[in-house]
Antibody, heavy 120, light 112 residues
Framework: QVQLQQWGAGLLKPTETLSLTCAVY????????WSWIRQPPGKGLEWIGE???????DYNPSLKSRVTISEDTSKNQFSLNLSSVTAADTAVYYC??????????????WGQGTLVTVSS | QSVLTQPPSVSGAPGQRVTISCTGS?????????VHWYQQLPGTAPKLLIY???NRPSGVPDRFSGSKSGTSASLAITGLQAEDEADYYC????????????FGGGTKLTVL
């Protein structure tokens, strides 16, 4: 059974960098697309970006200048860095496994979510 | 403003059938890209409900079904149960945003 377990700092000040890591247990790391998705309080889901099976990354254009997603295949982990955070970045952040290919990716396993609050 | 438009809320009585629409455009659903659906219970992570327009993952009851036509997709829930009360999201690919995955704004289902 695949499980995603994520962790990282939950309280940040404006201008700091958000850092989260997600570990994958019980399944193959290669062959999938590993994404980060966020959900502001009381709002909908927003895809942040992914690192794909070739080790290359794709990001939401609205966040691209501040986002870096990396992987450590030796540990079956991938990470999110979001720089220069503001209050607008306050959200629950989820890691998720993308299954499929090309233009048909769906997210079949999700982490438990991490609430990140940005406040001075 | 989400790229995919969903009604903010729908409701139905136990045993009834409800549908949730997801309206897109020629750069996403209308371009033929697949639509996927998720169920999010309060305080939990989203759960995959339908993938590839009309396929159910193992363990999802056949009361849930999906369809797609033109620039829209729909999620239907028959035999409504109290445990179905949740938020529902559609998701697809959009080619106009330098290629990215997009979600609908979500629909709150209330079981009366």
């Amino acid at each position: 059974q695949v499980q995603l377990q994520q962790w990282g700092a939950g309280l940040l000040k404006p201008t700091e960098t958000l850092s989260l890591t997600c570990a994958v247990y019980g399944g193959s790391f290669s062959g999938y697309y590993w994404s980060w998705i966020r959900q502001p309080p009381g709002k909908g889901l927003e895809w942040i970006g992914e690192i794909n099976r070739r080790g290359s990354t794709d990001y939401n254009p609205s966040l691209k200048s501040r986002v870096t997603i990396s992987e450590d295949t030796s540990k079956n982990q991938f990470s999110l860095n979001l720089s220069s955070v503001t209050a607008a970045d306050t959200a629950v952040y989820y890691c998720a496994r993308g299954h499929g290919g090309a233009t048909s990716i769906y997210f079949d396993y999700w982490g438990q979510g991490t609430l990140v609050t940005v406040s001075s | 403003q989400s790229v995919l438009t969903q009604p903010p809320s729908v409701s139905g009585a136990p045993g009834q059938r409800v549908t949730i629409s997801c309206t897109g455009s020629s750069s996403n659903i209308g371009a033929g890209y697949d639509v996927h659906w998720y169920q999010q219970l309060p305080g939990t992570a989203p759960k995959l409900l339908i993938y590839g327009n009309n396929n159910r993952p193992s363990g999802v009851p056949d009361r849930f079904s999906g369809s797609k036509s033109g620039t829209s997709a729909s999620l239907a829930i028959t035999g409504l149960q109290a445990e179905d009360e949740a938020d529902y999201y559609c998701q697809s690919y959009d080619s106009s945003l330098s290629g990215s995955w997009v979600f609908g704004g979500g629909t709150k289902l209330t079981v009366l």
